[in-house]
């Protein structure tokens, strides 16, 4: 097993909808089994709890996309389950079960999107897309 930072979490809504978890802290773990499992752990605030209270009881995937080490990295996708919640004194430790999908494309997909929705186009569309795919803001930030 290979332990990582956990940076950043975002619930996948829907494919064009991220919602930002404001992590207070967070760990994940590769399991390197043989059906590719990870153990996603995160510290989130009680008003984070709430978002995930409605996932815990569901039996469909909660997708997830996280960060792992620095915040420059690619985000990763992940296919979840939540395992367990457990208040740990001032925060909720919320453990997630899932596999890593492999969506690099659906990035930049998602990101030409949002440039075309912005109105841009030619020259400048694709020196934004440039930019932006170097950068790799997440697309929630891309929306301000």
């Known amino acids: 097993m290979k332990s990582f930072k956990l940076v950043s979490l975002q619930l996948v809504l829907d494919k064009h909808q991220l919602e930002d978890v404001n ?5 994940i773990i590769n399991k390197e089994d043989e059906h590719n499992r ?8 009680s008003g984070e709890y709430e978002k995930f209270k409605t996932y815990f009881s569901r039996t469909d995937d909660l997708t997830i ?11 990763a996708t992940f296919l979840t389950k939540i395992l367990h919640i457990k208040e740990v004194e001032d925060c909720y430790s919320i453990l ?4 890593l999908k492999n969506l ?41």
């Open 23 to 27: 992590l207070l802290d967070g760990l």
């Open 38 to 45: 990870w153990l996603i752990e995160a510290f989130v605030t």
């Open 65 to 75: 996309q996280a960060i792992i080490t620095k915040k420059e990295n690619d985000p």
């Open 96 to 99: 997630f079960e899932g596999s």
């Open 104 to 144: 690099k494309i659906e990035y930049a997909e998602l990101l030409l999107q949002n440039l075309l929705q912005r109105g841009l186009y030619g020259h400048e569309l694709l020196q934004e897309f440039k930019e932006k795919l170097r950068a790799r803001p997440k697309i929630t930030e891309l929306k301000k």
